[in-house]
């Protein structure tokens, strides 16, 4: 059973959950992901969020991130963890929604999908419960995904939510805004950062999806 608890400064969450619970979620997202061609530029930038997110809980699963015991009933386990921004968690989450929906599933990967996601919401609702509901339906597949710069305006989107002030849960009704903004085709925010990104990769005589940004801003958890 995947547990989850709103790191100490309010900036992300921290997921816990068995073996099993991480293997299956694993195997979830691989199946999602491995629809996706990794060399198409309509796909290429899902592909990469999926795999990110693959990456961390298959070390996740191999212990390599967080250990904490829980006790259940009489018993105590060791489960395995690891920390996410919101924004990362809540991208990841509304593409796995998304691509759900095109791709065959059985019932216990369809089963991982829903304790995923609601093990998030519980904890936004309990975090930010005046926020929580805006939130909640970036979950439930809210985020355009298809656009070939998606990527890059994930990794944007996430410097700018670390940018903002630690502690402070009104930054979490400034997250929503940020994830519509930027994604959304016909915001200013967005159509000016696709214009940017053009512009750069014109100057650099390569494609805009062959851009990357190697650096961010330090993660306070």
């Not at 750069?200 to 999806?209: D, L, M, Q, R, Y």
Request: proline fraction near 3%; charged fraction near 25%; hydrophobic fraction near 40%.
């Amino acid at each position: 059973m995947l547990q989850g608890f709103v790191t100490k400064k309010g900036t992300g969450i921290q997921l816990f959950g068995d073996y099993s619970d991480l293997g299956l979620l694993y195997e979830t997202i691989h199946q999602l992901a491995n629809v996706l061609d990794e060399h198409h530029e309509r796909t290429a930038g899902q592909h990469q969020l999926l795999m990110n997110f693959a990456y961390e809980v298959r070390h996740t699963r191999q212990g390599n991130r967080l250990k904490e015991k829980f006790k259940l009933e009489d018993d105590e386990i060791t489960y395995f963890g690891a920390q996410f921004t919101w924004v990362d968690i809540l991208i990841f989450t509304s593409l796995l929604r998304s691509r759900a929906g095109y791709c065959m599933l059985d019932k216990l990967q369809q089963s991982s999908l829903y304790l995923l996601e609601h093990v998030i919401e519980r904890t936004l609702r309990k975090y930010v419960p005046v926020h929580a509901e805006n939130l909640v339906s970036v979950i439930n597949g809210a985020i355009p995904f298809d656009h070939p710069y998606t990527f890059l305006i994930y990794q944007k989107t996430h410097s700018e939510f670390l940018l903002l002030p630690l502690g402070n849960k009104a930054r979490m009704k400034t997250l929503y805004n940020l994830l519509w903004e930027n994604y959304h085709p016909f915001s200013k925010p967005h159509v000016d950062f696709v214009k940017q990104l053009e512009k750069t990769a014109k100057e650099n005589a390569c494609k805009v999806i062959e851009l990357e940004q190697t650096e961010f801003p330090e993660i306070v958890w």
